[in-house]
Structure formats: C-alpha cells, structure tokens
C-alpha cells in the first residue's frame, strides 16, 4: 500500500483518505504497486490535463486511468510506469493518475479500475453516474473507501491514434450532478488534446533515445555515457553517496577482428553487452564507450561493491559460449567515496588508467607465460 500525506485545500470541503476535511492534513491510502513518479514532461502533461479537466467541470478530483499500453518509453518512465523488477512478474500494470483540489502535483495508483473499465465499454459517449450512492454496481467499490464522500463520476474513454482503448478521463464530486452539455464537449475536446499531446511526448522520448543509444548494441553511446555520469556524480555531490565506474575494454579485439572479419567482432560486441548487464541492477547504467570499450556506471556502489561486479562478469565471461574462442576483457574500477568531492572527468581519468594497468598486467602475464 502506497501512503501519501498532503495538506488538503478544498473549495468543495471534499475530505481525502479515511479521515480529516477540508483544508486538514490527511492520509490518502492508494493500495497497489508502490507509486512511481512519470517524467517531469509527463507529470506536467497529466497535471495540466487533469486541472482542466476539474476546472472545466468544476470537479474537486480528476483522474487519468492508464487501462494498458505505457503513457511513458522512455527508459527511466518505462521502469517506474511498469514498476521496474516486475516487468516480467504478470504485475498488473495499469495505473490511475490522481489530482485532488489543493495539491501540487499528480499521485500514482492503482486504486480501483471497475468504473474504468464500464467507461471503456461505451467509447463513443461519456459515461456518467449521477449518484454513486443509488447505483448497485458501486455498492462495493475500493474507490468508495478511498473518497467516501464521491457521489458522482463521469469518464471519457481515451483512444490512441489508431483507435485503440488505453485508458479513461474521468472526474469525480461529492454532490450528485450531471455535466451540462458544454462540459460534455469541452470533456470530449480535452481527451483529443490529451491524447494528442501524448503521442508528441512519446515520439520525443523515443528520438530522444535513439540519439543517446548505440546503435549496434542497444547500450548507451557516449553522449548517453556522459549525460548520465553527469546526473550521477551531480547526485553524489547531494548525497553523499558512494560512486563507482567501470572501465572495460576487449583483449586483442584488433587480432580477432584481423582473423576473423568486423562482422563476426559484431556479434562478440553484442554477446558481451548482453553478459555485461545481467549482474547489474536496474539503476546501473551500461554504454559502448567507443569502439571495443565499454563502461558501467554503478551509483550508490563503494569500491568493495565494484569489484563483486567485476568478478561477477568475468566468471560469465569465462562460462559463456564464444563462437571462436574465448573472450576476456581488461576492467578498472574508480570508486568516488562519500566524503570525496573531485570533478566527474577525475573519476573517469581514474577508471581509465586503472583499466590501462589492468591490461599492461595482462599482457606481462602473457609474455611470462
């Protein structure tokens, strides 16, 4: 269950949670996944709509219902929208974007989806249920211990450009009502622009990831690499939490791209990303580098935590199937501690003349052996 506290002002004095009344602080109970937050272009985007929304039809509480499809692609919103860890669980993945009167921004559930999924089934009409109190279907409702004082709902199904159902907007009172006809059309205009406005946000974040993503091995490219190590070591400087890097580069990859053709260097590229990320956490961030080097970003990680990494990849690189021999990398470890407070390009200098003493080591060995 996901507890969120805020101070309620309510011109309609519509209370929120279990307790309290207009203008007290209360608790808003959503069960279902832990919230998540959508990105700041998304968030805008549902607050806009659903204060609109609530003003146009001068309803205390809006709400947008994410019935299936993801309102977010972008790689951070992809994970948080379908709560990461889960993606492969059979989680339900819908969600219920929340604007009550007084607060500052949207809040994330998966609060009840029943009146949703009615609405959905009529996607040429509004649907509206003047009194909430004298339907049967609403008896039973989690959204009625949620906001006990609702009385009336109305929703307007959502349909992407292809005229696919995802989800509903929908607004909520304490009083028993109708909508007059101008609110139906200004209700039925406001989904169009929503929608619209959300195929904009998805292309966006979909180019945006092409141009931070390499484009033979799906991890980050350089620009992703140093956007991203500029985000982490800016959140190290916050926190204070430890930071460590990895640099990685590919033994004698020129000898094996020499005996065997770029293209079956390729192929070891790509079998050697896929091995790089399983023993990383989602918040971890893996990019090509350039060329045959890659690096890892491991946030919140000390030094003791990045070399169990490491080990980790070479074991895989030693058990895994190489099409013509095995593979080895070379790999340096920097490690920012909580008190260090040196620029990101000291880190990454660090990493990469670790990685560089790494390799010399190797190649002695080599010559002893």
């Not at 109970?29 to 968030?43: F, I, Y």
């Amino acid at each position: 269950m996901a507890v969120v506290r805020t101070d309620v002002s309510d011109k309609h004095g519509f209370g929120i949670g279990l307790s309290g009344g207009a203008g007290a602080t209360v608790s808003l109970c959503l069960p279902g996944h832990p919230m998540s937050e959508p990105d700041e272009r998304l968030g805008r985007l549902l607050w806009n709509i659903t204060s609109l929304a609530g003003l146009l039809c001068d309803a205390p509480i809006a709400m947008v219902s994410q019935l299936q499809g993801e309102f977010d692609c972008s790689e951070r919103g992809a994970l948080t929208m379908t709560a990461a860890v889960a993606l492969d669980s059979g989680v339900d993945r819908r969600r219920q974007w929340w604007r009550f009167a007084g607060q500052s921004s949207v809040v994330c559930s998966t609060a009840d989806f029943s009146l949703c999924e009615t609405a959905v089934t009529t996607p040429d009409r509004i649907t509206e249920i003047g009194d909430l109190n004298l339907d049967s279907r609403c008896a039973d409702l989690t959204m009625r211990k949620i906001v006990p004082e609702a009385r009336f709902y109305a929703a307007i199904p959502l349909s992407d450009q292809h005229g696919e159902l995802i989800g509903t907007l929908c607004v909520l009172d304490r009083t028993p009502r109708r909508l007059t006809p101008h609110q139906r059309d200004g209700l039925r205009l406001l989904a169009q622009q929503f929608m619209e406005q959300l195929e904009m946000h998805r292309d966006m974040q979909q180019l945006q990831r092409q141009t931070l993503t390499d484009a033979l091995t799906g991890v980050g490219n350089r620009r992703g690499f140093d956007r991203r190590l500029h985000e982490e070591w800016s959140r190290h400087i916050r926190s204070g939490a430890a930071l460590s890097l990895l640099m990685i580069d590919v033994d004698k990859f020129k000898q094996y791209n020499d005996a065997y053709g770029h293209p079956a260097g390729d192929v070891i590229l790509n079998l050697l990303c896929e091995l790089l990320r399983m023993p990383l956490r989602a918040s971890d961030f893996v990019a090509r580098y350039g060329g045959d080097e890659f690096s890892i970003i491991l946030p919140n990680t000390p030094q003791a935590g990045a070399q169990l990494v490491v080990d980790r990849i070479q074991t895989m690189l030693t058990t895994a199937q190489w099409p013509n021999g095995m593979v080895t990398v070379s790999v340096g470890i920097a490690t920012l501690e909580p008190e260090e407070a040196c620029d990101f390009a000291t880190l990454l200098a660090r990493a990469d003349q670790a990685m560089y003493l790494c390799k010399r080591s190797r190649r002695e060995a080599d010559k002893r052996d």
